[in-house]
């Protein structure tokens, strides 16, 4: 159990992590007990840990609710423009810690839980991770909406309230297996359902043309049900809302069989409406394109639409006679998260063209103003594209909709360009070849006012190469957002020690301001400062030493260095390339053998993601790195100087547990082919060394700390094109590095799965025959740069000053930085540091605070 804070250690940690008063403990003590009596009838007798967590979460979600309504309440006085961000991710990870720190309240709560006779750690561990969403993109949803609110953005999240977020992986005889997360079993202490605003969403039917214009009738009704999250700003009162969808069968669902006597038939159907928001689609970078994913689609568009739409109309300033929806881009921003939520173009449309009567050419003005798109991939396997016999069954009207702002766009094009057939064709929403479809991303861009890209090299290579037409046509509509993390939980939440640290060094303000992390640059030669980073470091390695030991049976030795690869497998990010290094690293220790005493830095490499369930390559790579493991983790030559660990089940939780324990970070996906990347910005944050290619926002974090503080290696974007050109022969570097045709010739021989010799043949046949990633081509200098990494890591006070260059060269990749860019350049709203008065304050405060808010 945590000892009690000295006095030092409470002053130390007073504004982080927030003041312990005396009357702040009392009170959360009493909240907990209560809690624990009138919420959960229990008492300590028969309590379980999982109702001791439950008690703490409703004692600490008390905290919220008064503030939550005031927020509400001040966005209601000050009728701010709203930002509606929609996502059918949201990768939230667990909820108390973060709400703890961002109130303020941590350290109250853990002398309060201590003085209970209970273990913090304990109980947050109780907490099941909301997963979700698959990885970079859900997560960052999660990151922008702590960052609205910390920002005092009236902004609220949308997605989908998945019964069963991302899988679970279990990896058995070193196969990934797949079991689902019913995170919800327990139930959720954070959310607040509320069937008053439930609303139906329509699908199937038919479009009948009369004299009032088209109607969609004889549709399927499903209602969605929506469920709200408070999401705390830091330190600053504001509590936004994340309202998550839940699909709801109508009581009059299918009782047509009623009438034939099938009753019992009639009610088992309704789960089909409410298979909606089931399960979210474990597919990251890859288009699934199946019926009951364009349903969650459009489900969530659909509901979101209404409820936008009702806020709009029941805002403060009010509406005597008909509404107009001429300021309707003034008060509404939405932000479209990848094409998943694309549907929301011709949806709008609908709205005002089939139930508002806007004349078309009204509504597309508005709509174009009103929405704004965020590209994630240029993977062409990654791009949606529906096809038109699923749309014309499944949303009819919206099929229609598309047909004619493909018209009036494609008119546009050929007024501009007559005689260019070629362009007319590359820009059409609707592509021909290999059967009609609808071209999302061309839908979000021609629906759209401004278009990003997630770092500052995709959003060039979506300029110059994948959307270049229509780069070329609207040059002003395409922007660059490098994408970001939030602080408070990826550093005060999971690296506690380095941030105070941080604090004590340069004061608080760079919890907000995360560009004041330059101050540490003055740090650079402190040797007193060297030291205590290290220590950090070397603490954080050591607990979790202990965490991999007892979860994996596998002895670690913490001083070795710790070479950490975490993201999705996919081919891209080139999971093969690290492994190929394992084994190379493998094969040189046989000069252990003949020489003990031969220089070698000893590594844990850990290596961990999940691989989509019906993905075959990327599941035989995590075969091959848990096969490669299993050779050298056995190995007695080897012993503790290389080691190797597949992390299972990587989730939020388990990233705030390696990433600040973390020496080395693999960001090594082929050049062009990473949108951003944002583990390499935690990774940086938290004290690690980057080895990485010049991909993503990897390239940013090198003008940023200067590319001889970071490990880069291999090809350049244009050197991949170059090769593209040549073509790419896999086998001339097979037989010209010794080493390569070593490594590749032992996973082909059976050397690591001597009972099944043939089982990585796929895994070769790929590498020698169609790896559109080129792992060869760049082995040979990713090898050389791990030898450079080597060699610093042997000289730890030079190592902990490029480390601490790092993370003062971190400020830029703050969300709350991204989120300002969005909010001055495309919602056209200004970030505020205005502080809402706590709920014990009168409410005249509030009315002051709005007036003075007005007056800015």
């Known amino acids: 159990m945590a000892a009690p804070l000295t006095d030092q250690e409470k002053r130390k940690q007073i504004s982080i992590r927030g003041i312990v008063g005396v009357e702040n403990v009392a009170e959360l003590k009493k909240g907990f007990n209560r809690h624990l009596h009138f919420t959960l009838v229990k008492d300590r007798n028969v309590a379980t840990p999982r109702d001791y967590y439950f008690a703490l979460a409703h004692t600490v979600r008390d905290h919220l609710v008064g503030r939550w309504i005031r927020t509400q309440q001040f966005y209601y006085e000050t009728d701010p423009k709203r930002v509606y961000y929609l996502s059918l991710e949201f990768y939230m990870g667990r909820t108390l810690q973060n709400t703890m720190i961002n109130l303020g309240l941590q350290n109250a709560c853990d002398e309060a839980i201590y003085q209970l006779g209970l273990d913090m750690e304990d109980l947050e561990e109780m907490e099941e991770d909301a997963g979700l969403g698959n990885g970079g993109l859900g997560r ?48 959720n202490p954070w959310e607040k359902a509320r069937p008053e605003y439930m609303l139906p969403v329509h699908f199937y039917g038919r479009v009948e043309e009369s004299k009032e214009g088209a109607k969609w009738v004889d549709t399927q009704v499903v209602l969605a ?91 403060k300033k009010g509406f005597s006679g008909p509404v107009s929806f001429d300021s309707f881009p003034e008060k509404v921003a939405i932000q479209l998260n990848d094409t998943h939520p694309a549907m929301a173009i011709p949806e709008l449309m609908r709205v005002f063209v089939d139930i508002e009567k806007l004349d078309w050419d009204t509504a597309w003005a508005i709509t174009k103003r009103t929405f704004a798109y965020t590209n994630h991939t240029v993977l062409p396997e990654a ?57 999302m991303a061309h839908l979000c861009i021609v629906g759209s006012h401004a278009v990003n890209g997630v770092a500052e090299i995709h959003s060039n290579i979506i300029k110059t190469d994948v959307f270049r037409d229509f780069s ?52 650079v030669d402190d040797d007193t400062f060297i030291r205590d980073v290290s220590k950090v470091k070397q603490d954080n390695k050591e ?37 190929l290094h394992i084994v190379t690293m493998y094969n040189r220790t046989s000069c252990i053998r003949k020489n003990p005493k031969a220089p070698f830095v000893p590594r844990t490499v850990i290596i961990g993601g999940k691989a989509a369930p019906g993905y075959h390559m990327a599941k035989m790579i995590i075969k ?14 080897v012993g503790s100087k290389l080691k190797v660990i597949y992390l299972e089940n990587y989730r939020v939780s388990l990233a705030e547990k390696v990433i600040p324990a973390t020496d080395l970070s693999e960001q ?66 097979y037989q010209k590095i010794p080493e390569l045709k070593q490594a ?94 706590p709920p014990n304050e009168p409410r005249e405060a509030l009315d002051e605070t709005a007036r003075a808010l007005r007056e800015k």
């Open 140 to 187: 960052l949803a999660a990151c922008f909406l702590d960052s609205m609110a910390t920002l005092g953005l009236a902004a609220y999240g949308y997605g989908i309230r998945y019964e069963y977020g991302i899988f679970n992986q279990k990896i058995k005889n070193g196969w990934q297996v797949e079991e689902a997360d019913d995170w919800l079993r327990h139930g």
């Open 225 to 315: 049900m929506p469920y709200d999250t408070p999401i705390p700003g830091y330190m600053n009162n504001t509590v936004n809302t994340m309202r998550l969808w839940s699909a709801r069968a109508p009581n009059d669902f299918n009782l047509m069989d009623f009438n034939v006597g099938d009753y019992i038939q009639a009610v088992l159907d309704r789960n089909l409406a409410e298979n909606i928001s089931r399960v979210l689609y474990p597919n990251d970078n890859f288009f699934e394109g199946k019926e009951l994913r364009l349903k969650q689609e459009y489900f969530v568009v659909a509901a979101t639409l209404q409820d936008i739409i009702r806020r709009f109309k029941n805002s």
């Open 383 to 439: 791009l949606e594209r529906w096809p038109i016999g699923l749309l014309e069954t499944l949303l009819p009207r919206h099929l229609q909709i598309i047909y004619r702002i493909n018209q009036g766009h494609l008119d546009e094009i050929s007024a501009l360009f007559p005689e260019d057939m070629d362009r007319i064709r590359r820009m059409s929403l609707i592509e021909e070849d290999g059967g009609k479809r609808v071209n």
């Open 472 to 523: 070329e046509l609207e040059p002003e509509k395409f922007q660059n957002k490098t994408n970001g993390i939030t602080p408070r939980r990826w550093l005060l939440l999971c690296n506690p020690g380095l941030a105070e640290l941080i604090a004590e060094a340069i004061g608080e303000e760079y919890v907000k301001d995360l560009s004041q992390l330059q101050k540490l640059n003055e740090l």
């Open 543 to 579: 607990k979790f030493s202990q965490y991999l030991e007892k979860e994996y049976m596998v002895e670690i030795n913490p001083s070795s260095m710790f070479d950490v690869h975490v993201k999705r497998i996919h081919e891209y990010k080139r999971q093969l390339l690290n492994c």
């Open 624 to 637: 091959l790195i848990t096969a490669v493991g299993e050779v050298v983790n056995k190995d007695p030559v």
């Open 668 to 733: 090594i996906s082929t050049a062009g082919t990473e949108a951003s990347g944002t583990g390499n910005m935690k990774f940086m944050l938290n004290g690690a060394l980057t080895i990485g290619t010049m991909d993503g926002a990897n390239v940013e974090m090198a003008e940023e700390a200067g590319e001889e503080n970071m490990f880069i290696f291999g090809m350049r974007v244009e050197d991949v094109a170059e090769m593209d050109v040549q073509g790419y022969d896999a086998m001339t570097y």
């Open 744 to 837: 590749i010739d032992q996973i082909n021989s059976g050397f690591f799965c001597p009972k099944q010799p043939e089982l990585f043949k796929d895994v070769t046949n790929m590498l020698f025959n169609h790896d559109r990633f080129k792992v060869f081509a760049d082995y040979e200098d990713y090898i050389t740069c791990q030898e450079k990494v080597n060699e610093l890591y042997q000289n730890p006070r030079e190592w902990t000053k490029m480390v601490i260059k790092n993370i003062a060269a971190s400020g830029k990749f703050s969300s709350d930085r991204t989120i300002t860019d969005y909010a001055t350049e495309v919602w056209g709203v200004e970030p505020t540091d205005l502080k809402i008065p």
